[in-house]
């Protein structure tokens, strides 16, 4: 492998509780009589993105509400909750990024998610923006996951040939996409992906572990 995609901010770090919480604070702010708990929380997160998540909310509760607002309204408040606690990158993370820096491979997180929320997460785990080659956002791309145009976008960018990169996900919709761009891909589930089932030909890791992939990458260079 030549090129490492981390393929959402929670492959980086545990923040399941903080976005459920902050989810729960936006709707109490907005006057919704609404609370997530962590077991229904864990179904919608089948669904990739808290847009379409609350818009499947509001259609089974019968209520009309100014998704794009409230989904806004969340994301400013898991910003802020952020800076209030001591967060540590996920194990494994920080050694496979320094054992791809260090075989001369390139790093990308490539997201569907907000570009303030990459900023917000990578400065709360201590992380430099400029640790990576490439950061790809929802701004950047029309469709998010499990739709592979954010992967597309990324092996474009970075001028990479699918059989040369390793995807890292932490949900199904995630793996999918990086499926359908032809990439490999490993999942380290989070917290509330742990039941889920993921796609075919996804290895699942509790630990990232990237030694296997650069060890056969430096086998096939040989």
């Not at 909750?81 to 990308?108: C, F, I, S, Y």
């Not at 990459?118 to 950047?140: C, E």
């Amino acid at each position: 492998m030549q090129t490492l995609f981390f393929g959402s901010i929670g492959t980086l770090a545990e923040t399941s509780q903080l976005q459920l919480e902050a989810f729960n604070v936006a709707f109490a702010q907005a006057g919704l009589d609404w609370h997530w708990t962590e077991d229904a929380y864990q179904q919608m997160l089948a669904t990739a993105g808290g847009v379409q998540r609350i818009a499947d909310f509001a259609k089974s509760k019968g209520v009309s509400v100014d998704v794009e607002a409230l989904h806004r309204s969340k994301s400013k408040i898991y910003q802020d909750l952020l800076q209030t606690r001591d967060l540590e990158p996920r194990a494994g993370v920080l050694e496979a990024m320094n054992m791809v820096k260090n075989h001369g491979g390139e790093l990308g997180l490539v997201t569907s998610t907000s570009l303030a929320n990459v900023t917000a997460l990578l400065d709360a785990v201590g992380i430099a923006h400029h640790a990576f080659d490439l950061i790809v956002h929802r701004g950047l791309v029309e469709q998010p996951k499990p739709a592979p145009d954010a992967y597309l976008f990324a092996l474009e960018a970075l001028k990479a040939t699918p059989s040369n990169v390793v995807a890292v996900e932490d949900n199904p919709d995630g793996a999918l996409a990086a499926i359908q761009s032809g990439v490999r891909c490993l999942a380290t589930p989070g917290e509330f992906h742990a039941h889920n089932v993921f796609p075919d030909g996804v290895e699942l890791q509790s630990r990232l572990d990237l030694a296997p992939y650069l060890a056969s990458a430096d086998q096939a260079a040989a």
